[in-house]
């Protein structure tokens, strides 16, 4: 394929979606990243879109939300790492609540073998995934349809979480910074998102690493309430990538990486024996969060850090110092 072919379907692609990581674009147009880069840096030379930490947006500073089938044909196999690996920090019998968008979509799938579960959601495509699902009780909000991804959202989506308190909250976004912590293109969207961030009392974000550094409009989970991120590990090349989850864990988010070798950093992980889990009380609400607990709902913190299934992805836990 001559430059000039390549460069047109690269910039197609990015008008399509909004935003694409180099990985794909360069599985797409079957080339190097490398070239996938140069062409990238040659379009954004005529202004015809910008580069962002391991992609392409398009121009004009924040990137606009993609519809769910442009979405869900995007990062596959990094946002299948990413649910193999949030689904083991997910223990029998909790009850959590879990946002909309094609991560979490792919964690619910997950979750299907966890007996005992609770899980609340906004989200049609995460209840359609536990459907069937016969030890797992789902609890969907209220609210307005919102075709493009498939969630429910407005006053009567906030409404139905007044009073909620679960363990977790399992949420994904447009974008994740270490400045503002995780963002959305959607006022509506995001609106819930911070709902169900005040009814749980750890927040886990899914953000694969294209995600790392992009800001969006509405801001959605402040860094500092965020708990712990789930993320794929950064080509070589994406150093911007590196230094974003290292100013996370500079602010004191967790960091686990599905197939890392090692942290942002560089230094290798050393190895740790599994702890002991065990159920303990819930932890005291958050400020701002409304104390109470839904009828029905079950609700446990877990200790220790390192989830089941270590043998498919190491987890990088990067804690301030």
């Known amino acids: 394929?001559?430059?000039?072919?390549?460069?047109?379907?690269?910039?197609?692609?990015?008008?399509?979606?909004?935003?694409?990581?180099?990985?794909?674009?360069?599985?797409?147009?079957?080339?190097?990243?490398?070239?996938?880069?140069?062409?990238?840096?040659?379009?954004?030379?005529?202004?015809?879109?910008?580069?962002?930490?391991?992609?392409?947006?398009?121009?004009?500073?924040?990137?606009?939300?993609?519809?769910?089938p442009q979405k869900s044909h995007l990062a596959t196999a990094e946002k299948t790492a990413i649910a193999d690996l949030a689904a083991g920090f997910v223990?029998?019998?909790?009850?959590?609540?879990?946002?909309?968008?094609?991560?979490?979509?792919?964690?619910?799938?997950?979750l299907a073998r966890v007996p005992g579960l609770t899980v609340v959601t906004n989200s049609l495509l995460v209840a359609q995934a536990l459907a069937h699902a016969n030890r797992v009780e789902v609890v969907m909000t209220g609210g307005t349809l919102r075709g493009s991804n498939y969630a429910l959202v407005g006053s009567g989506a906030e409404q139905s979480l007044q009073g909620l308190r679960v363990s977790r909250a399992f949420l994904s976004g447009s974008g994740l910074t270490a400045e503002r912590g995780l963002s959305?293109?959607?006022?509506?969207?995001?609106?819930?998102?911070?709902?169900?961030?005040q009814a749980a009392a750890e927040v886990v974000v899914l953000a694969d690493h294209t995600k790392l550094g992009t800001d969006t409009m509405f801001q959605t989970v402040p860094t500092d309430l965020i708990t712990r991120l789930v993320t794929d590990e950064p080509p070589a090349h994406d150093d911007r990538a590196g230094t974003e989850l290292q100013a996370l864990a500079d602010q004191g988010v967790q960091?686990?990486?599905?197939?890392?070798?090692?942290n942002p950093g560089g230094e290798p992980v050393p190895a740790r024996p599994q702890p002991q889990r065990r159920?303990?009380?819930?932890?005291?609400?958050?400020?701002?969060?409304v104390p109470g607990?839904?009828?029905?709902l079950r609700a446990a913190a877990v200790l220790g850090?390192?989830?089941?299934?270590?043998?498919?992805?190491?987890v990088a836990d990067l804690r301030r110092r």
């Open 91 to 110: 223990e029998e019998g909790e009850a959590i609540v879990v946002g909309a968008g094609t991560t979490t979509q792919e964690l619910a799938r997950r």
């Open 184 to 197: 959305t293109s959607n006022m509506l969207s995001a609106s819930v998102d911070r709902a169900l961030v």
């Open 279 to 289: 159920d303990v009380p819930l932890p005291a609400p958050r400020r701002g969060q």
């Open 293 to 296: 607990s839904a009828a029905g």
């Open 305 to 314: 850090e390192a989830p089941p299934g270590a043998d498919r992805a190491r």
């Open 255 to 262: 960091i686990a990486v599905a197939g890392a070798s090692g």
């Open 1 to 68: 394929m001559f430059a000039a072919e390549r460069r047109q379907l690269i910039l197609e692609m990015v008008r399509a979606n909004g935003a694409v990581s180099l990985r794909e674009l360069a599985r797409v147009v079957q080339t190097s990243e490398v070239t996938v880069r140069r062409d990238v840096r040659a379009l954004e030379a005529e202004g015809l879109l910008d580069r962002r930490h391991g992609g392409a947006v398009l121009p004009g500073g924040f990137t606009r939300e993609s519809g769910f």
